[in-house]
């Protein structure tokens, strides 16, 4: 493995790698369910319509990581950071300028590939040019981009009030710098031929089975946040555009908190981590359903679930490795698959629940299979 040649550039890498990781998840996927409400209103979507097409982010997500795993090493990290940017770019300006549903559905498609493909390509890119003390920690801080791009949506939709489409022209510019930074910053990497593996070699072995579990049952959970939190806040509880939208930034603010996920782990075991978060995850789900028209209430359950599902994630990433000690980032990307094809049965059944009765049905539905998921706790791993 080759290092890279100071501390200041494996900074350099990490600020690059957290905005090119904000404005993949950040902005072009997560910020989809902050417009769920102008979104309805201006292609006349039901809730189930609306579900459909964020699960269709998420499809093209596990197909995005797949096809990524594989061009990463024959590309090397730069090349496909780039593409990934690229796709983010273009799927928010897509979004910007959707004439019709049709366009609006393109545009998350883009958005929702743009996240599949980047995990690999800065995974990549760390791993062959970081010394390996230090990897996790930097992985760590590039997981979180996720909370910063979720906490940068919400003012600039403050900002811009009712015009959704110029907040996604601001967010087709930011993404258009963190990839110009990707290009400047992410180095290349090693590049090899040789074909890796998409999967997993074993593919089950001993503990994967919760894994998979686990990670499914909090995808599905997860999905009535990200898809209808802000809908429900509005159209149900009542509250305004400026107090929905601050609970939102609160979600992406306290996100950032989940990277410290891994020294949860450290400090009070991965089993002991995981029930905890997948609980607060539950109960967070459940607070914004119990008291949608409380500003305080809302504010204060966003920003437990965002640090939540932020830590989730991560303790997957660390979870994927232990069961996958062979092949770790095979595994990491196993976790990470299940846990988008989750969301995207979430997303379409949960707006199914809230179109036939409620969307406050839908998210205590969501909290009970967050509490399974707690259940299925990691077993035999540290």
């Known amino acids: 493995m080759s290092s890279v040649s100071s501390r200041r550039d494996e900074l350099a890498l990490s600020a690059a790698g957290l905005c090119l990781i904000g404005a993949c998840y950040g902005l072009a996927r997560f910020a989809y369910g902050l417009f769920v409400p102008a979104f309805r209103d ?11 097409i964020a699960a269709g982010g998420y499809v093209v997500y596990c197909a995005a990581i797949l096809a990524s795993s594989t061009l990463t090493p024959r590309l090397g990290g730069r090349a496909v950071a780039v593409a990934a940017g690229s796709l983010a770019t273009t799927g928010t300006l897509t979004i910007a300028l959707a004439p019709s549903t049709p366009a609006l559905v393109l545009g998350v498609l883009l958005g929702g590939a743009s996240t599949g493909v980047v995990s690999p390509a ?7 040019t970081v010394a390996q003390e230090r990897q996790g920690r930097i992985q760590t801080v590039i997981n979180a981009g996720t909370g910063m791009g979720v906490a940068i949506a919400g ?12 907040a996604w022209l601001a967010f087709a510019a930011l993404s258009a710098l963190a990839t110009l930074g ?3 910053r992410v ?39 990200w898809t ?40 009070y075991g991965l089993r002991a981590a995981w029930t905890a978060t997948a609980l607060v995850l539950s109960g967070a789900t459940a607070a914004v359903a119990a008291w949608p028209g409380s500003l305080v209430a809302a504010c204060l359950a ?57 969307t406050r049905l839908a998210f205590a ?8 998921a707690a259940a299925a706790r990691p077993r035999g791993v540290a």
Do not use: C, K, N
């Not at 900002?159 to 959704?164: A, I, M, R, V």
């Not at 990497?189 to 890796?196: I, V």
């Not at 593996?197 to 994967?208: E, I, K, N, Q, Y």
């Open 187 to 225: 180095p290349r990497g090693e590049r090899s031929g040789e074909r890796e593996p998409l999967l997993p070699r074993p593919l089950l072995p001993a503990g994967s089975a919760r894994l998979t579990v686990a990670a499914a049952l909090a995808g599905v959970a997860s999905a009535a946040v």
């Open 122 to 128: 800065l995974a990549h890119a760390v791993a062959h």
């Open 228 to 267: 209808f939190g802000r809908d429900l806040m509005v159209t149900d509880g009542g509250l305004s555009e400026q107090g929905s939208t601050i609970a939102w930034i609160l979600l992406g603010a306290f996100g950032v908190m989940g990277a410290a996920a891994g020294d949860l782990s450290s400090r």
């Open 182 to 184: 990707a290009a400047l």
């Open 302 to 358: 966003m920003a437990a679930f965002g640090a939540a599902y932020i830590a989730a994630s991560g303790l997957l990433l660390l979870w994927g490795t232990r069961v996958h000690p062979r092949s770790p980032a095979a595994g990491v990307g196993w976790g990470f698959l299940v846990l988008a094809l989750g969301q995207a049965v979430g997303s379409v059944a949960l707006g199914a629940v809230a179109e036939a009765s409620s």
């Open 365 to 372: 539905v969501a909290a009970v299979v967050a509490v399974a």
């Open 42 to 52: 201006e292609f006349t979507l039901g809730a189930a319509a609306a579900g459909t």
């Open 155 to 166: 003012p600039i939709a403050l900002l811009t009030q009712q015009e959704w489409r110029a």
